[in-house]
T-cell receptor
């Protein structure tokens, strides 16, 4: 089983709202990732968690706040977003952060900021 | 400039025809991944290549990594409508540290009946 689940599938929020994206995997993976994908562009890495600790933050604005409460869960808390933050947000997981460990992706959350 | 260059950017082929997508890096590839994405959906893992000269196949899709480990190709034989989608190559171009995948711009494949 290589399933990564993400909720919600779609999210519409105003610029003053606070919302959260959720990602879950039960493959025993210890590395989890958040990516942002704009229309007709490839995914871009936002955050990497390794053993529940933040390993990489790709200079993401503080209005995006990641959280890894346990080895199976990854959240992305959203606050005071801008319309340009509208995108597909993808979660992925891999066995570890080693370059040769395959990342498996979830179906994504389509976020629209009004 | 793009670290991973994919070509072509889009491809329209008739059902049953063969096709090839290329992915070129300016740096040595330590792990090269091929993914497929349907519009607005997640990425589906196809294959991973690590060793120079390596070739892997799954059903009608074959991927190769050249000996110098700076280029990979994805070949589809006897294309079917189910092959339509966006094909992305991804790689970690660093030798050490946590995995940071960068992706090519993608190749949009359309299969005409």
């Amino acid at each position: 089983d290589t399933e990564v689940t993400q909720t919600p599938k779609h999210l519409v929020m105003g610029m003053t709202n606070k919302k959260s994206l959720k990602c879950e995997q039960h493959m025993g993976h210890r590395a989890m990732y958040w990516y942002k994908q704009k229309a007709k562009k490839p995914p871009e890495l936002m955050f990497v968690y390794s053993y529940e600790k933040l390993s990489i933050n790709e200079s993401v604005p503080s209005r995006f706040s990641p959280e890894c409460p346990n080895s199976s869960l990854l959240n992305l808390h959203l606050h005071a977003l801008q319309p340009e933050d509208s995108a597909l947000y993808l979660c992925a997981s891999s066995q570890t952060v080693t370059s040769t460990d395959t990342q498996y992706f979830g179906p994504g959350t389509r976020l629209t900021v009004l | 400039s793009q670290e991973l260059e994919q070509s072509p950017q889009s491809l329209i082929v008739q059902e049953g025809k063969n096709l090839t997508i290329n992915c070129t890096s300016s740096k040595t590839l330590y792990g090269l991944y091929w993914y497929k994405q349907k519009y607005g959906e997640g990425l589906i893992f196809l294959m991973m290549l690590q060793k120079g000269g390596e070739e892997k196949s799954h059903e009608k899709i074959t991927a190769k990594l050249d000996e110098k480990k700076q280029q990979s190709s994805l070949h589809i034989t006897a294309s079917q409508p189910s092959h339509a989608g966006i094909y992305l190559c991804g790689a970690d171009l660093r030798l050490q540290g946590a995995q940071k995948l960068v992706f090519g711009q993608g190749t949009r494949l359309t299969i005409n009946p």
